[in-house]
């Protein structure tokens, strides 16, 4: 299947039966089709190696990839001629010829045709790049490396999106417990790793964290990085991975000849890897209540899989299993990431929750017309009361404050525990917490 995966990048040795046969379906598919019948393009970003090429070529019916030297040579000599194609034509890796951006921009708008383009990027472009930022052409969508559900590793009973339809769910039984969520942390979502066994797909993000290190940044900001600091970096993100470490706690972590770095230059890189989407930052929640207690709102950072985390800190999948600390922080991760790729199917946004008073939630799901749910990650069975705890503390307290003032502040759609060593699915507790299995929750 790898092998075939890289052949998979030339569609002209395939034909369209053979591609659709190879294509593992994913969760956004039916967004990327949705999106070419009303927009005149679809751009798709993320990371590299997570599978945003195979998603544009399984939608297109023409491609060129720029990532090719003479096609990116003819590309910057006439952007018109490497647009030229059965339509959608997907672009992949546009950002190495930002002109295309404008070209195709310019096309739609006098062409007032549907599913023209498809644009993969794996860098942002520095906005002084483009004229003109695309906004009702080209329709947005962010790619990660699989989840579990698209791996095929979770069934999917679970449905996120019914969940907050309220729909009956299907009961099903979890097949992996902990020592397996373990190793699907340290596997990843990388597409070409998904068969094979953990040691040798652990390759792959290690393989990942060597090119960030060695990465031309110059091309997001025109700023030199050093590979060693780099390095170094990514060992501290990985240290404080899915907390709200500040900024300056990053910096004073990353010491030259026993000098902090200014927080000024450790926030330029952390922007630099955002820009090739390696880490994410997840926003603080803040409900519109009338309490005192004041609502942190600094961002938990997560790499865009939990895989280059532990990568980063060279851990092997034994030595991780031993440390029950490191695993839950990678843990929450990679539930992160799922939550994401699922909540996205209806407009959702994932959040935590912090306040003065100490009360925690690892992730809130918000709809875009104000619903929401509280979900609490844990892998050890015997934290599951903790995270039911605080689930109910937080219900509880929009509740009393509904009550004193006239916000209102609805209830959740439904209270979850994800984790990895519960058997049976949506198992619920007399509070009424959901207590499920990580490889049974879907879109």
Not at 55 to 73: P, W
Not at 356 to 382: C, F, H, P, Q
Request: aromatic share 8%; with cysteine.
């Amino acid at each position: 299947m790898t092998l075939l995966y890289y052949r998979f990048m030339k569609k002209t040795e395939l034909d369209e039966a053979t591609i659709r046969s190879l294509y593992r379906p994913r969760v956004a598919d039916p967004e990327i089709k949705k999106m070419l019948e009303v927009f005149g393009a679809v751009h798709i970003s993320g990371c590299k190696w997570c599978g945003k090429t195979w998603t544009g070529i399984a939608h297109s019916n023409s491609s060129i990839l720029i990532g090719k030297r003479k096609i990116r040579e003819l590309a910057e000599a006439d952007p018109e001629v490497a647009l030229e194609g059965e339509e959608p034509r997907l672009v992949d890796e546009w950002q190495d010829v930002p002109e295309l951006w404008d070209t195709a921009r310019y096309n739609i708008d006098f062409s007032s045709r549907k599913g023209m383009y498809i644009f993969t990027g794996s860098v942002s472009p520095p906005k002084e790049s483009t004229k003109h930022s695309g906004t009702g052409r080209f329709a947005p969508l962010k790619m990660r490396p699989m989840s579990l559900f698209e791996s095929g590793d979770s069934n999917g009973s679970v449905s996120l999106a019914k969940l907050f339809r309220g729909e009956k769910l299907t009961s099903s039984v979890s097949k992996i417990g902990y020592k397996e969520t373990v190793n699907l942390i340290c596997r990843g979502g990388w597409p070409a790793g998904i068969e094979l066994d953990t040691d040798k797909a652990m390759l792959i993000p290690r393989g990942y964290v060597d090119m960030i290190i060695n990465y031309d940044f110059s091309k997001i900001d025109g700023v030199k990085r050093n590979p060693s600091t780099v390095r170094r970096i990514l060992r501290s993100l990985a240290r404080n991975n899915a907390t709200e470490a500040r900024i300056s706690v990053l910096a004073n972590d990353i010491k030259d000849a026993d000098k902090a770095m200014s927080v000024i230059t450790a926030e330029a890189y952390l922007n630099a890897l955002k820009g090739i989407f390696v880490i994410e930052e997840q926003d603080g929640w803040v409900p519109e209540i009338r309490s005192k207690i004041r609502m942190r709102t600094s961002p938990k950072r997560h790499f865009v899989d939990p895989s280059l985390a532990a990568a980063a800190l060279g851990i092997s999948s034994d030595a991780l299993l031993m440390d029950a600390e490191t695993a839950g922080f990678m843990y929450e991760s990679l539930c992160y990431r799922d939550l994401c790729t699922y909540a996205a199917l209806f407009s959702g946004k994932v959040y935590h929750y912090r306040d003065d008073n100490g009360l925690e939630v690892d992730a809130i799901i918000e709809t875009a017309d104000g619903r929401w749910a509280g979900v609490e990650m844990k892998m050890g069975y015997s934290k599951v009361e903790e995270g039911a705890k605080n689930l109910i503390s937080l219900r509880d307290k929009i509740r009393r404050e509904n009550e004193e003032g006239k916000k209102k502040v609805p209830d959740p759609e439904f209270l979850m525990v994800l984790c990895a060593t519960v058997t049976s699915s949506h198992v619920r507790k007399q509070d009424g917490v959901l207590v499920v299995p990580t490889d049974c929750l879907g879109p």
